[in-house]
């Protein structure tokens, strides 16, 4: 399957494969949300996050996800968005490259039950624009949530970890997030660095996360147990 679509596309289909027979393996195999322009943006990465949690939370069906095409020459485009930008003696990585980093580096080994007002965190209605889905790492002791905070306000989440036993320490808690105040906005060959992965460490109350997380943001949490 493949699908190059407007963000809202994305943000009405994260719960696409959801319904799909499981024993079907699909291969998402290019992909990219576009605007009007057709330029890589914060608003259309945003969405491809939004987009990957249903996907992650899939990954019994969706064996496979690729983004779209990987390079593309400044000037010389035949199609965009696309992941990296480059010219004759430079490159630049956009923000949907990040998301993919993101995705890619802190996939877990085994898919984790999430929920909002006991329902999946797809964006519906009462769940404020946000999108998440969450893994494990058994080879790591990581829990790993993902959230897409899609709104343009602050949102404090309080991430409650019911599953774990009561001798399970959370520590080692941290946060990295993309965010731009401007969804227009992408890195350029000019200022590659405009909008990249920012780290920050958290402090955990027991076995509950809380946190805000900002308007039109991206954010990784990580936390071992």
Not at 12 to 21: K, L
Request: net charge negative; glycine share 4%; charged share 25%.
């Amino acid at each position: 399957e493949h699908y190059y679509v407007s963000p809202q596309w994305m943000y009405d289909h994260v719960d696409h494969y959801d319904d799909y027979p499981r024993d079907i393996a699909v291969f998402a195999g290019e992909y990219a949300a576009h605007t009007e322009k057709k330029e890589n943006s914060m608003e259309s990465a945003l969405a491809e996050a939004a987009l990957l949690t249903g996907i992650e939370k899939n990954a019994d069906v969706v064996k496979l996800a690729s983004y779209a095409p990987l390079f593309n020459r400044i000037g010389h485009s035949q199609w965009k968005p696309d992941m990296i930008w480059f010219d004759n003696l430079n490159s630049v990585r956009t923000v949907s490259y990040y998301v993919q980093q993101l995705f890619a580096t802190h996939k877990g080994t085994n898919v984790l039950s999430l929920t909002m007002n006991k329902k999946p965190v797809t964006g519906a209605e009462g769940q404020n624009g946000l999108f998440a889905s969450a893994v494990c790492d058994k080879n790591k002791n990581e829990i790993i949530v993902k959230v897409a905070n899609t709104s343009d306000k602050k949102q404090p989440l309080s991430l409650i970890f019911n599953g774990l036993k009561k001798k399970e320490v959370l520590s080692g808690a941290r946060c990295i997030k993309l965010s731009s105040a401007d969804m227009d906005k992408d890195n350029t060959i000019e200022n590659p660095l405009a909008i990249i992965p920012q780290e920050t460490s958290l402090d955990v109350d027991g076995h509950t996360l809380n946190v805000d997380l900002e308007p039109a943001t991206f954010a990784v949490y990580i936390l071992k147990y």
